[in-house]
Nanobody, 123 residues
């Protein structure tokens, strides 16, 4: 079973930046994809970004494209989400997730989730 631990959330002014990290431990496969999702109060969890094992392939939601960057360091079993030019509508709980697929964008394709970290963007 894969365990994911997130960090890096907080309060930031609009236009600012945050970097989230998520460390994976426990049983992992030799290769696996990772993703980031977010959920605002009263809203469904939505896809933010995903990255393949090699880091070569990435996918982003249109709402964050050009502002957010996903990356990973496999030697540290860690995935990152760099968030720049933050907007109030980015406010949500952010979750990292693990998939046995190389890359995935749909919730049901993920099999392990972090606890979530709160990101609040003030206007």
């Amino acid at each position: 079973q894969v365990q994911l631990v997130e960090s890096g959330g907080g309060l930031v002014q609009a236009g600012g930046s945050l970097r989230l990290s998520c460390a994976a431990s426990g049983r992992t496969f030799g290769s696996y994809g990772m993703g980031w999702f977010r959920q605002a109060p009263g809203k469904e969890r939505e896809f933010v970004g995903a990255i393949s094992w090699s880091g070569v392939r990435t996918r982003y939601a249109d709402s964050v494209k050009g502002r957010f960057t996903i990356s990973r360091d496999n030697a540290k079993n860690t995935v990152y989400l760099q968030m720049n030019s933050l907007k109030p509508e980015d406010t949500a709980v952010y979750y990292c997730a693990h998939t046995t697929r190389d890359i995935a964008t749909i919730i049901y394709e993920y099999d392990a989730w972090g606890q979530g970290t709160q990101v609040t963007v003030a206007s």
